[in-house]
């Protein structure tokens, strides 16, 4: 038989190639029990090549790389190994390579107790500490488990870019766009198997947000079977919390069972007053109906009710420090707060999975249903009931504007002083016949259903196609509700400040239980479609990857109300987007030990469905020109892979484009006083900087880290500003007869944003010590941190004297300025310790884990937001000359020391 020349060429090329392929076999074990651990990754770093162990532990993975590599092996909760191995010749028989539990993951359940706080108030949930609990990268660990409790910020960015996704379906809320942590909170033990993708990288499973996304995936087959006891005790959020968890061992190998529930508590958390009432309940049943499809039904019931907090101006700090809490008092010699949040919505989920070597796909249906609730106190033609407010504290009468009078300054303080809280029995005793003060809950009672796919396919072994769809329909019910009474027979259902009704063709007297005020349902329709390719080789990777989005959203008034009566009652039009995004990146390795990544994103997202409608409780009025959001964001990242230093340095630059915001306050501006809703559109947004996180392993039982975050967040156009407000009541108490003023352009270009700290820096020293117990220390300061500024009064508006409609004399540029200047404020330091120890006992682990945060009891603000009460020069200049004004900046203040003690016992 005669081949040809190309033949033989090509026949030789092979056995060439194939007599440089080497492999590194091995069994990989637990090593304690000694037991071999299937699924654990490994991979040759700044290779592609990758492998998982089988049930036996075994292992074996090809090469071409030749010479001195480093073999790295991972398993979600086990310490990540990284082993320099020699790759010469046919094979390297590595035998048996042990991995240890990293206990650690229990400060998982610490972080828990940080995201917990997120719950404190819609600012504070926009950090995205929740969605870094997966990641083993050191920068963001970092950022979550130490720069998180001063409400740090990963590039700046708001909690709504990062997307989170159960199974694969996509978990953010239309309300707001945040991932919804409290729907899935105090479960710990079955979400932790999480697929974490950085920043704009490529997922598998949608095209993600440009924070980043995370994938829980709540199949039992990739939990740990057997079952797990736990019990925490803590001063932050909640002062205990119990947990069982059971996995059941698969006998036949197609079913596979999990549940587990939780119970937390606390009287009051750190901040006083703040109780904690929480349970969720978590069952998974997934069947392996072959060898390629499977179903997984999960079932998940979280309920969370917890007292909320205030925002304190300095001079309420300076009287009472930062653990008070204006909203709660003694009633019967218990704690009442006024003002609690409930959030209630459990989900269901049926998933099939189908699984051969070349594709995969992801078919889910979701539904969610349930209510989040939010109390607060409402008087009506009464007395303010918050012991803060600004006429019962001292600056009210420092600042008068008839002249100081420090005699009723000192009286107002010991007053104060004397009674800090609310007093309840004052608000029943007011209370007679028709309600002057009553409990109200701000109720929104939503359903949801979610479709969604999701196919996976290795079109060849360096080429991966990803695709997916999401179809989702959300309504709403959106209403106040009458919780108590307080004593009163009954409450009329008049807006006390222009006496008209808030529903003219309902009844005028309401009871408890009854909706007032406001009520009205949203609808919002959202189809998602993505691609993504993914290619590797060699030392090059690409990805390219595109999504179409189509939302709509909806308002139908339920109320009639008389200040608009012709634009509350029944359907809006509809809003219409559509939206498509792109991205891309490409890695180079320069070789095992060095690569580069480049990633770009040009993103159009539509605005939340909370900043859409102007005042959507009393009428259908939509944001005026309402567009998407326009992103362009890119980073530049290099990476270190040396046998004991590891780490990376990433440059990155996001522009956020014509972001809309609406804003609600009572403002005595230059054109005149009302209560306001204030409209920001055409608004950019320049997010700029650095983040270094480096890693290196002195010994086998030391470890040294350091991180660094250097940034600026500011303003990047001067947007334009609108004010709308009802006109009912009395002429002369009007702006205009509108109800609208375009107020112009704000002057903001750069004053920086109010995203957390813009400079963090963090060294920490780890020690395990081969008897299984381990301790770190990390030190942190952090600083160039900003309130929140008022946008109004940086409006042409803020000149004019309202009685005369003339600019103040004094209003030059330069007083101006001083008096709108933006402080940082104070820099700190946090010493934070963590350990802990473990024991095995006859097949059973027990283990222990404690944290100190804040060791040295600093006190620190994390953020917050000047007043917009003194809209014009005149009045804000008045009240800043004792300094100490009524109408000062409020401020959130971070926890002192706190601790978190986790006992566990697994069998």
């Known amino acids: 038989m005669k081949y040809s020349p190309t033949f033989l060429f090509w026949l030789c090329t092979l056995f060439a190639i194939h007599a440089q392929q080497s492999s590194v076999l091995g069994t990989v074990l637990d090593s304690r029990g000694k037991k071999p651990l299937k699924g654990v990754l490994i991979t040759i770093e700044g290779t592609t090549n990758t492998v ?206 999990s549940i587990s529930a939780s119970r937390r508590w606390a009287k009051q958390g750190y901040i006083d007053g703040t109780l904690y009432d929480a349970y969720s309940i978590f069952g998974a049943l997934e069947y392996r109906l072959n060898a390629q499809n499977s179903f997984n039904f999960t079932g998940i019931w979280a309920s969370n009710r917890r007292g909320r907090s205030s925002a304190l101006t300095e001079e309420v700090f300076r009287l009472v420090g930062k653990r008070y809490n204006p909203y709660w008092g003694e009633q019967n010699g218990k704690i009442r707060n006024s003002r609690e949040r409930k959030i209630e919505q459990p989900l269901w989920m049926l998933n099939h999975f189908y699984t051969s070597k070349k594709f995969g796909l992801n078919t889910a249906i979701v539904y969610q249903f349930g209510v989040n609730k939010r109390s607060r106190l409402a008087y009506f033609s009464a007395p303010n009931p918050d012991p803060t407010y600004y006429r019962y504290l001292p600056s009210f009468y420092v600042n008068s504007p008839i002249g100081a009078n420090f005699t009723s300054a000192r009286t107002a303080e010991q007053g104060f002083l004397s009674q800090p809280q609310l007093h309840w029995g004052r608000v029943y005793s007011a209370n007679e016949e028709r309600a002057a003060y009553l409990l109200q809950d701000d109720v929104i009672d939503t359903k949801k259903i979610v479709l969604n796919t999701i196919g996976n396919m290795k079109i060849s072994p360096t080429l991966k196609l990803d695709v997916g769809a999401t179809y989702q329909q959300f309504k709403a019910e959106n209403y106040a509700s009458i919780v108590d009474l307080l004593g009163a027979h009954a409450h009329m259902d008049i807006d006390a400040f222009s006496n008209t009704r808030n529903d003219i063709n309902g009844d005028l007297e309401k009871k408890e239980g009854d909706r007032f005020g406001y009520d009205y349902g949203t609808a919002a329709l959202k189809f998602e479609a993505f691609a993504q390719l993914r290619y590797s080789k060699k030392r090059w990777d690409f990805f390219l990857a595109t999504q179409y989005t189509k939302s709509t959203y909806q308002r139908n ?169 009802d006109t009912a009541g009395a002429e002369e108490n009007h702006i205009n007869q509108e109800g609208v003023v375009d107020l112009g352009r704000a002057r903001i270009k750069d004053y920086k944003l109010a995203q957390g700290p813009q400079q963090a820096y963090s060294f920490g020293v780890h020690y395990r010590d081969p008897n299984y117990w381990w301790v770190s220390a990390t030190t942190n300061y952090l600083t160039d941190n900003y309130a929140n500024i008022s946008t109004i009064i940086r409006t042409s508006s803020f000149y004019l004297n309202p009685d005369t409609g003339n600019p103040f004399p004094d209003a030059t540029e330069e007083n101006v300025a001083k008096l709108l200047r933006q402080e940082p404020l104070d820099s700190f330091y946090l010493l934070n310790l963590v350990g802990g120890k473990s024991w095995l006992r006859k097949g059973k682990y027990i283990s222990i884990f404690a944290s100190i945060n804040n060791l040295f009891d600093a006190t620190f603000r994390t953020g917050g937001y000047e007043q917009s009460r003194n809209g014009n020069f005149g009045q804000l200049y008045r009240d800043s000359l004792s300094g100490t004004p009524s109408f000062a900046p409020k401020y959130w203040y971070g926890y002192g020391r706190t601790f978190f003690l986790n006992l566990a016992y697994s069998f």
């Open 52 to 257: 998982q162990t089988d049930s036996a532990g075994w292992f074996r993975l090809h090469s071409s790389a030749s010479g001195t590599q480093i073999l790295h092996l991972e398993l979600a909760d086990y310490v990540i190994q990284r082993i320099p191995v020699v790759v010469e010749g046919d094979s390297l028989n590595l035998n048996s390579i042990f991995l240890e539990r990293d206990f650690r993951s229990e400060q998982a359940d610490n972080l828990i107790t940080l995201t917990d706080s997120e719950l404190l108030d819609d600012e504070l949930s926009s950090i995205s500490t929740g969605l870094l609990q997966a990641t083993r990268d050191v920068f963001l660990s970092r950022s979550a488990f130490d720069f998180g409790q001063a409400f740090f910020r990963v590039r700046g960015y708001d909690s709504q870019y990062g997307q989170v996704s159960i199974n694969g379906v996509p978990m953010n809320a239309f309300q707001d766009g945040r991932p919804q942590w409290n729907h899935w909170g105090g479960l710990n033990d079955v979400t932790r198997n999480q697929h974490f993708t950085q920043g704009l990288q490529p997922s598998e499973y949608n095209f993600g947000g440009i924070l980043g996304s995370t994938n829980i995936d709540t199949r039992p087959s990739g939990l740990r079977p057997g079952t797990r006891l736990s019990s925490s005790f803590s001063n932050r959020t909640y002062a205990g919390r119990l947990m069982a968890t059971y996995t059941a061992k698969a006998n036949t190998n197609r079913l596979f069972y």
């Open 557 to 725: 008034g339920r109320f009639q109300n008389q200040r608009f009566p012709s634009n509350s009652l029944g359907k809006s039009e509809k809003l219409r987007f559509t939206d498509v995004d792109f991205k891309g990146g490409m890695g180079y390795r320069l070789n095992g030990r060095h690569s580069l990544l480049w990633n770009a994103a040009r993103v159009s997202k539509a605005p939340v469905l909370q900043n859409s409608f102007i005042n959507p409780r009393e009428n259908n009025q939509v944001v005026p020109q309402l567009r998407s959001e326009r992103i362009t964001t890119l980073d530049i990242g290099y990476y270190l892979r040396l046998p004991k230093l590891t780490g990376r340095l990433t440059g990155f630059y996001s522009r956020f484009q014509d972001v809309t915001d609406v804003n609600f306050f009572f403002v005595d501006a230059g054109l005149g006083s009302d209560f306001v809703q204030e409209v920001i559109t055409d608004m950019d947004k320049l997010h700029k900087g650095i983040e270094v996180g480096l890693e290196y392993q002195v010994s086998s039982m030391v470890k040294l880290s350091a991180v660094a975050a250097m940034a600026r967040y500011s303003f990047a156009s001067e947007p334009l500003v609108s004010i709308n407000f």
